[in-house]
């Protein structure tokens, strides 16, 4: 069974990330440089793709988004989550914005993985929470990390964001290897009743700022 990534550490540490290629990347939400990072010596290996508004520029604090890939919301459309809608939230606003980051993170499932995933659904369908169902299937309710996406953050010189975020496991990450939060920017979709019961279980047993 995978290991929740470590997601403490020296302030003053710095993550090794490696960018492994950049590109112009016009979209529907504005004009974004894509990036593509791995971790250095991750184990598991681990990959994250950037998109970028404006010039990075230390001591310029910028709007981030760290977003989880979800396969079933971002690609499907699904409303057994707010995944989509966040990452259109995002997407939107960090476009308008002069300066920002959307991390986006490949860890499926809450990092468990895509058919781990499709297990699950078919668990809650027979009446468990996602985090029963998580752990039915012999996995911690969430095993996702941090470390990639505050290496990144080191690698632009970026010291305080604004995080667009509801999960308080992100804000203590970033603030864990020195990046300060300087504002929780909340990130809430319109209710659904297709995912009422995972909102509600995010907020009571996942501690999410709902």
Known sequence: MPKKAETRGDASERISVQKVAEADFPTRHGNFRICGFRLVN?????TAVVLIKGEPQPGKIPLVRIHSQCL??????????????????ALAQVGAADYG???YEEQEGRGIGLMSKLQAYQ????????VEANRQLGYEADLRGYLLPAGI???YQVSAVRLLSNNPDKLRALEAHGIAIQERVPI???????????LKTKRE???HLL
Do not use: N
Not at 188 to 198: D, F, G, T
């Open 188 to 198: 809430e979709v319109a209710p659904h009743q297709a995912r009422a019961k995972y």
């Open 42 to 46: 991750g184990a598991p290996p681990e």
């Open 123 to 130: 668990l809650q369908d027979e009446g468990v929470d996602t």
């Open 153 to 155: 953050l080191q690698f």
């Open 101 to 103: 980051f959307i991390i």
């Open 205 to 207: 047993k996942m501690g």
């Open 72 to 89: 079933t919301g971002d690609v499907f459309s699904s409303l057994r989550c707010d995944c989509r809608d966040q990452l259109e939230m």
